[in-house]
């Protein structure tokens, strides 16, 4: 017969965030590093794509209605892409 092992029970504290991370990080637009697929086609597959920021997510929103990722902003700039004013 198996034996039962009995942990102690851990206690977990909840962690703060940065503006950049987690949940928030919904609420901004990404600049798509295209090497990994493109948002049309992200949209129409369902498949996710990759922000330069490394966000992996399927775009469905308006990218408009929301703040460019300061990461991302970063990236492109450093690169000598084109960012779009916010």
């Known amino acids: ?5 009995v ?3 851990e206690r977990v504290e909840p962690r703060t965030t940065t503006p950049s991370e987690d949940g928030d990080h919904e609420r ?9 697929g493109t948002v ?3 949209i129409v597959n369902g498949t996710p794509c990759v922000a330069l920021c490394g966000k992996v997510w399927v775009p469905s929103r308006d990218p408009k209605r929301y703040p460019l990722c300061p990461t991302c902003r970063e990236v492109a700039e450093a ?6 004013r916010s």
Do not use: C, K, N, T
């Open 7 to 9: 942990l102690p029970e």
């Open 28 to 36: 901004m637009a990404h600049i798509v590093d295209e090497r990994f």
């Open 40 to 42: 049309a086609e992200a």
């Open 1 to 5: 017969m198996s034996q039962i092992e």
């Open 79 to 84: 690169r000598g892409w084109p960012v779009p």
